[in-house]
């Protein structure tokens, strides 16, 4: 019975501990992109001599994009796809690490 409760938590561990990369790129840059478009449109709305000027810097970057109600919707694809790229990258190192440290403690354990 030892022997099978070991193999179910290597198999668990396995399964757990890694991530979608593609699903983990999409859930980040749709976060970023809202993010940004309600912050835009927020600020549009709220109005003022000067609109969001902190804000405005990210037209820097992101070519295109101003603090209008048209440039939420520039800056929130922006956001998708760079975000979601980050997203991805990002998920994918995790994967790698995990699956380096999962094969050390298989290592350890073929060991004792």
């Known amino acids: 019975m030892r022997q099978e409760d ?3 938590r290597l198999l668990l561990r396995t399964r757990v501990i890694r991530l979608n990369e593609l699903v983990t790129g999409i859930a980040v840059g ?3 992109g809202l993010v940004l478009f309600c912050a835009t449109n927020f600020l549009v709305l ?3 001599d000067v609109v969001g ?3 405005a810097l990210l037209g820097q970057v992101f070519i295109g994009y101003r603090v209008t109600f048209v440039g939420s919707f520039i800056g929130f694809f922006y956001a998708l796809i760079s975000f979601g790229l980050i997203g991805y990258c990002g998920a994918k190192i ?3 690490i995990a ?3 999962l094969r050390r403690q298989n290592q350890n ?3 004792e």
Do not use: D, T
């Open 46 to 48: 709220k109005g003022g």
């Open 109 to 111: 354990k073929r060991v």
């Open 94 to 96: 995790y994967n790698w």
């Open 53 to 55: 000027p902190h804000l």
């Open 6 to 8: 070991e193999q179910v």
């Open 30 to 32: 749709l976060c970023a």
């Open 99 to 101: 699956a380096i440290n």
